[in-house]
Structure formats: C-alpha cells, structure tokens
Nanobody, 122 residues
Framework: VQLQESGPGLVKPSQTLSLTCTVS??????????YTWIRQPPGKGLEWIGDISYSGSTNFIPSLENRASIARDTSKKQITLQLTSVTPEGAAVYYC???????????????WGQGTQVAVSS
C-alpha cells in the first residue's frame, strides 16, 4: 500500500485548502483502514488534524473541527481534506497516514505518504 498526497503548494490567507491522498493497493485494503491527516509546521512537531473511519465517520482536533472536513471516495481510493479560512499558521507539510486503528498514533501509523508542502501567503 502506498499513499500519495497532492494539492496546491500555495494558498492565500482566508482561502480553502484542498488536499487529496491517493491510495494504491486493492479496494479491500482501502476499505478496512482509517485514514488520518497530519501536518508539521516548520520547526515544530506533528499536529494531528483528524481522521476518517471505515464507515466515513470523522474526528478532528477541537481547534480545527469547525474548519476541517475529511471525506473518502472508495471508487477512486482517495481521501480528501478541506480546510477553510486558512491562516499563515496553516503553512506546513501535510501528511496522509493509514492504519487499522483510529485516533492519535504519533509516528505509529502503518502507512505514510511522503507529504506535501503547503505555503500560505498573499
């Protein structure tokens, strides 16, 4: 299984950031995993954003739950993240991770994407 993030490298403040994680591998594997979005701002540690379960239920960090949404498309084997009203503090490397478990697992996710850099600037 491989995960590949994609999206714009630059967004303007107050815009909506949309990222996609494309998962390789068979559909059964895709369907049986939780998928998580994590970001790492420059010089800082990992920040868990939220995850989506097999059934499509989502959880988010409280500080982002009003601005973030995660969806999964089984036919495309993709996980999407949308983050509205982006601020400069949203500049980070954004990672997609997959695991059979949900929740905040630190570095212990079974699968990781390579990450995609997002800058926030006008």
């Amino acid at each position: 299984v491989q995960l590949q993030e994609s999206g714009p490298g630059l967004v303007k403040p107050s815009q909506t950031l949309s990222l996609t994680c494309t998962v390789s591998g068979d559909s059964a594997t895709f369907s049986n995993y939780y998928y998580t979005w994590i970001r790492q701002p420059p010089g800082k540690g990992l920040e868990w954003i939220g995850d989506i379960s097999y059934s499509g239920s989502t959880n988010f960090i409280p500080s982002l739950e009003n601005r973030a949404s995660i969806a999964r498309d089984t036919s495309k084997k993709q996980i999407t993240l949308q983050l509205t009203s982006v601020t400069p503090e949203g500049a980070a490397v954004y990672y997609c991770a997959g695991d059979r478990r949900g929740g905040i697992l630190g570095y212990e996710y079974e699968y990781w994407g390579q990450g995609t850099q997002v800058a926030v600037s006008s």
